[in-house]
T-cell receptor
Framework: EDQVTQSPEALRLQEGESSSLNCSYT??????LFWYRQDPGKGPEFLFT???AGEEKEKERLKATLTKKESFLHITAPKPEDSATYLC???????????????FGAGTQVVVTP | GAVVSQHPSRVICKSGTSVKIECRSL??????MFWYRQFPKKSLMLMAT?????????EQGVEKDKFLINHASLTLSTLTVTSAHPEDSSFYIC?????????FGSGTRLTVV
């Protein structure tokens, strides 16, 4: 069964204090791994898609990496506006049963204090 | 590009009534849309997959007669919560698959009183 585990559940950072979020996954063939940011009362906002081990993507203070078993989201010198819940999701290779649906992790709630 | 509009953002209804939530892809055609439910401080739980012109596929444990999904066009899917009860109160989010990946709506906060 496909499974996505995110750690830690919550992370409190001082402004400027870099850290990493982990997303471990087991899936029957990975088509893509997605990172989203979700603010309270809002829908998830797309950050990155990673397709193969060794791939890295960056956007401002965020950098996502992928291995065969896990993905990391690195936050460099975070600012208070980076406070949000970060969600990881995997898309298994499509079969007639999967319809391309995503399997989400529980998320990591990040709070960055000034 | 790839914008998904979801309405309403908030709705309060009386127990026993029905509520319709709309999800529109504004600048692309979405043959497949997904409906999620999210409980406080929890992750997204997939309820059903909606395919244009065919019946929705519901996840195990989701009552298809309570949560009616219609995907009548390539840009619109609707979720109707029928005979709503307080336990149906939740945050509902739609998503549409496109060339870039998956785009989410802004969510609907449903409160049943």
């Amino acid at each position: 069964e496909d499974q996505v585990t995110q750690s830690p559940e919550a992370l409190r950072l001082q402004e400027g204090e870099s850290s990493s979020l982990n997303c471990s996954y087991t899936v029957s063939g990975l088509r893509g791994l997605f990172w989203y940011r979700q603010d309270p009362g809002k829908g998830p906002e797309f950050l990155f898609t990673l397709y193969s081990a060794g791939e890295e993507k960056e956007k401002e203070r965020l950098k996502a990496t992928l291995t065969k078993k896990e993905s990391f989201l690195h936050i460099t010198a975070p600012k208070p506006e980076d406070s949000a819940t970060y969600l990881c999701a995997v898309q298994p290779r499509m079969t007639t049963d999967s319809w391309g649906k995503l399997q989400f992790g529980a998320g990591t709630q990040v709070v960055v204090t000034p | 590009g790839a914008v998904v509009s979801q309405h309403p953002s908030r709705v309060i209804c009386k127990s026993g009534t029905s509520v319709k939530i709309e999800c529109r892809s504004l600048d692309f055609q979405a043959t497949t849309m997904f409906w999620y439910r999210q409980f406080p401080k929890k992750s997204l739980m997939l309820m059903a997959t909606s395919n244009e012109g065919s019946k929705a596929t519901y996840e195990q444990g989701v009552e298809k007669d309570k949560f009616l999904i219609n995907h009548a066009s390539l840009t619109l899917s609707t979720l109707t919560v029928t005979s709503a009860h307080p336990e149906d109160s939740s945050f509902y989010i739609c998503s549409a698959r496109n060339y870039y990946g998956y785009t989410f709506g802004s969510g609907t906060r449903l409160t049943v009183v």
